[in-house]
C-alpha cells in the first residue's frame, strides 16, 4: 500500500498544500506498518522484506525537487559550502564526482578549475580530462572538493593532500548530503530536534529511546522525566530522540552529539532478554563511549529457565561493568541490590519517573463501577482473571476492561496527550483493578483506589515501596477477596503523600543528589 501510494504520487502533479496531506498519509502508513512489523513473531517477520530508508524517501526526492539543475541522478552539488564564483578542484572521478562536475558547468556558479585523481588521465572521459593532484597544486588560492562520500576515504583523501600543502580551510567535504535523499533526511532531522547549525550552542541533554509504541506507561515515564529536567535543570536544552528516530537516523544523529553532552536513556522495565529495548539501549550507549551516560530508572526483566536467566543477566552485567562513565538508576529494590553487589560503583536507588508527573488527586463519585486493566503480553502473570470477575460481580460492581497499551504507533506528543486522557478516564472509576505497574503508578498519582497483581517480571512488587498510601494494595490470587475493595475504598485521606518521601525533597536529598553532582561537574 505504501509504494502503492508513491507511485501514484510520482505520476500525478499537485499543489503543495495537497502535496503535504499526501505526505502525512504515507508516513502514516508507514509508520503503522513499522508497529505491525516489531510486533510480529521472528517466522513472520522472515517472510516480510522491510522496506528501507533509502527506498522511502526514493520519489519523494524526485517529487519535492523543483530546482532541477541542482539535482542529477540522486545527487545534489553542495553548494553550501562555497560562495559565487569561487575557484574549485573536484577531487575524485567517479560516478560522484564526474556528475557534480557536469552540474556545477552548467550552473555557472562556480569556476570549476578540474578534476583530479590519483589514476590521472585513465579516468578522462569524452567531456571530463581528469588528471593528477600535482598538476593542480599551483592553484593555490581554490578550494578542494572532496567528491566522496564514504567518510572514511574521504579522511584518508584529505590527509594527502595536507600532505601535498593544501591547507586545511581550502579542503571541503560533505559526504553525509551528497545523495539529495540524504540531505533531505538530514535537514529533516535536524529540524525536528532544533539543531540545524549543527554546532554546540550550550549545556544540552539528548533523551534516547523514547516511545512511539503506544504503551502509555513509556509515554508517563517520558514525561515525568521531562518534567524532573525541566525543574531542576533548566539550563540545559532537553532534545528527545524516539527509539525508531535512532535506529533509522544513527549516523545522522551521531555526527549532531557533541562529547560535552549528556546521555539520557528512557527509564522503565527493559534490562533483560525479554525486549528488545535493552539490545537497542546497548547499542546506543556504545556508540557515546566519551559521554556522561545515565539510565533513569528501571528493572532488569529476564525469562527462561533459571540457568539460562542467571547467564543472561551475568552477560549483561558484566557489559555494564566496562563502560566507562555509566551510572545506572533502579526503580525496584531487588534490582538495585543484584546491581550493586556486582558492580560495586555507579548504581543508584531511586523512584519510576512517572511518580513525577503533576497530576491533581481527584476522587470519582461513581460508585460500583470497576475497571480491569490486566496486559496480553509476554509479561502476563495472572491467568485466572475469571475469578476476580466472578468476585466483583459479586460484590455488586460494574466493570469494564481496558489495556494501558493502544497497541498502535503514537507519536511522542500524542503519547503525552494520551496519558491525560487516560488518567481522566481512571476517575470514573470507584476502584481499579491491575497488573500493569505504570497503570497503578496513574492510579496512585490521580487518587483513584487501586489493587494490583504482580506479573512474570515482578515489577509491581519490586516497586511498590514506592507506591505507599492507604488505596493502594499489591494482591495474588492467595489473598484477593471481598474484603481487598473494603482495605483500599475506607480511606478518604487519598490527598496523603504517596511516597516515603516527598518527591521534590527526594530528588535533591535522595540517590538522585547524585544526579544533580554529575550536571555541575559537566556543565
Known amino acids: 500500500v505504501y509504494f502503492e501510494c508513491l507511485n501514484i504520487w510520482q505520476m500525478s502533479t499537485f499543489d503543495e498544500d495537497v502535496n503535504n496531506a499526501i505526505s502525512m498519509i504515507v508516513n502514516e502508513i508507514k509508520n503503522q506498518a513499522r508497529y505491525y512489523y516489531h510486533n510480529l513473531s521472528e517466522t513472520e517477520k522472515s517472510k516480510i522484506s522491510r522496506f528501507t530508508c533509502k527506498e522511502r524517501y526514493r520519489i519523494q526526492n524526485e517529487i519535492l525537487n523543483e530546482e532541477r539543475r541542482l539535482f542529477l541522478n540522486g545527487y545534489i552539488f553542495p553548494y553550501h559550502l562555497f560562495e559565487q564564483n569561487d575557484n574549485v578542484i573536484i577531487y575524485g572521478a567517479g560516478n560522484i564526482e564526474k556528475i557534480f562536475y557536469r552540474i556545477a558547468k552548467f550552473d555557472q556558479l562556480l569556476n570549476i578549475e578540474g578534476v583530479v585523481d590519483r589514476r590521472g588521465r585513465a579516468l578522462s572521459e569524452d567531456d571530463i580530462v581528469v588528471v593528477e593532484p600535482e598538476d593542480m597544486l599551483s592553484c593555490v588560492e581554490s578550494k578542494w572538493l572532496i567528491a566522496i562520500e564514504n567518510k572514511d576515504v574521504a579522511c584518508d583523501v584529505k590527509e594527502y593532500l595536507l600532505n601535498k600543502g593544501i591547507s586545511e580551510e581550502k579542503i571541503v567535504w560533505d559526504g553525509n548530503n551528497y545523495l539529495r535523499s ?21 549545556p544540552r541533554m539528548f533523551l534516547f529511546m523514547q516511545p512511539e509504541h503506544g504503551n502509555l506507561g513509556d509515554y508517563a515515564i517520558s514525561m515525568g522525566e521531562v518534567a524532573f529536567l525541566n525543574k531542576f535543570f533548566p539550563q540545559y536544552r532537553i532534545i528527545r530522540i524516539t527509539t525508531n528516530e535512532w535506529i533509522e537516523n544513527k549516523e545522522i544523529i551521531e555526527d549532531i552529539v557533541c562529547d560535552d553532552d549528556i546521555i539520557l536513556m528512557n527509564g522503565g522495565g527493559y534490562i533483560g532478554n525479554i525486549w528488545e529495548s535493552w539490545k537497542i539501549s546497548k547499542e546506543i550507549l556504545d556508540c557515546f563511549c566519551r559521554n556522561i551516560k545515565i539510565l533513569f530508572p528501571n528493572n532488569f526483566t529476564y525469562a527462561g529457565n533459571e540457568n539460562e536467566t542467571t547467564q543472561n543477566l551475568l552477560e549483561d552485567l558484566s557489559w555494564i561493568k566496562e563502560q566507562e562513565r555509566l551510572f545506572l538508576f533502579f526503580r525496584g529494590k531487588q534490582s538495585f541490590t543484584v546491581a550493586s553487589e556486582y ?16 497530576v491533581e488527586k481527584k476522587r470519582s463519585s461513581a460508585l460500583h463501577k470497576a475497571l480491569l486493566c490486566f496486559r496480553s503480553d509476554k509479561e502476563k502473570l495472572l491467568n485466572n482473571e475469571d475469578v476476580i470477575v466472578r468476585i466483583i460481580k459479586k460484590d455488586g460492581f460494574l466493570f469494564e476492561k481496558r489495556d494501558i497499551h493502544m497497541n498502535k504507533y503514537v507519536p511522542l506528543k500524542e503519547g503525552y496527550i494520551e496519558v491525560y486522557n487516560f488518567i481522566e478516564y481512571l476517575r470514573t472509576f470507584e476502584i481499579v483493578l491491575t497488573d500493569r505497574l505504570h497503570c497503578a503508578i496513574l492510579c496512585v498519582l490521580s487518587g483513584v483506589p487501586c489493587i494490583a497483581f504482580d506479573n512474570i517480571t515482578h515489577k509491581i512488587k519490586d516497586v511498590s515501596e514506592w507506591l505507599r498510601c492507604d488505596y493502594f494494595a499489591l494482591r495474588d490470587m492467595n489473598n484477593f ?22 518527591i521534590e525533597e527526594y530528588a535533591q536529598n535522595g540517590d538522585y543528589a547524585l544526579f544533580f553532582k554529575l550536571q555541575s561537574k559537566n556543565g
Open 182 to 202: 540524504n540531505k533531505l533526511k538530514n535537514d529533516f532531522i535536524k529540524r525536528r530536534l532544533g539543531v540545524e547549525n549543527n554546532e554546540y550552542d550550550g
Open 343 to 358: 558492580l560495586q560503583k555507579n548504581v543508584y536507588y531511586a523512584p519510576d519517573m512517572a511518580l513525577f508527573l503533576d
Open 481 to 502: 477477596s471481598s474484603a481487598s475493595f473494603e482495605e483500599v475504598l475506607k480511606n478518604e485521606d487519598y490527598q496523603k503523600e504517596y511516597l516515603r518521601l516527598n
